[in-house]
Nanobody, 117 residues
Framework: QVQLVESGGGLVQAGGSLRLSCAAS?????????MGWYRQAPGKQRELVAT???????NYADSVKGRFIISRDNAKNTVHLQMNSLKPEDTAVYYCNLKSGGYQDYWGQGTQVTVSS
C-alpha cells in the first residue's frame, strides 16, 4: 500500500511564502504517474491546485498560476509545492495525491495552510 506523507504547512501572513512537500513510499508505483496537490477550504469542495506528471507536464488552477510552482523528484517519489504571494483565500487543507496505472489513486492525510490578512 502506497503511503503519502506531507509536510510544510503552517501559518503565514498574506504575501508570504510556504513550501509543501510530499513523499510517497511503500507499495508499487507505476513509472508513469501524476503527483499533485489539491486543497479544501471549510464549506467548499476539494479542488485541484497543481499537478505534475512523471514526464514533466504540469497543470495549475487559474487562481494559483504565476504564484505557485510544482516540482518533483521522480527518483525519490517526492513532490513539492512552492507557494508565493499567498492570499487569505489560499487558506485550506492541502492534500497530496498520486495517480498511476489508471486505477491507483492515493491521498495524503492533509496539511493545514493558513494565510492571515
Amino acid at each position: 500500500q502506497v503511503q503519502l506523507v506531507e509536510s510544510g504547512g503552517g501559518l503565514v501572513q498574506a504575501g508570504g511564502s510556504l513550501r509543501l512537500s510530499c513523499a510517497a513510499s511503500g507499495g508499487s508505483i507505476f513509472t508513469i504517474n501524476t503527483m499533485g496537490w489539491y486543497r479544501q477550504a471549510p464549506g467548499k469542495q476539494r479542488e485541484l491546485v497543481a499537478t505534475r506528471t512523471s514526464v514533466g507536464a504540469t497543470n495549475y488552477a487559474d487562481s494559483v498560476k504565476g504564484r505557485f510552482i510544482i516540482s518533483r523528484d521522480n527518483a525519490k517519489n517526492t513532490v513539492h509545492l512552492q507557494m508565493n504571494s499567498l492570499k487569505p483565500e489560499d487558506t485550506a487543507v492541502y492534500y497530496c495525491n498520486l495517480k498511476s496505472g489508471g486505477y491507483q489513486d492515493y491521498w495524503g492525510q492533509g496539511t493545514q495552510v493558513t494565510v492571515s490578512s
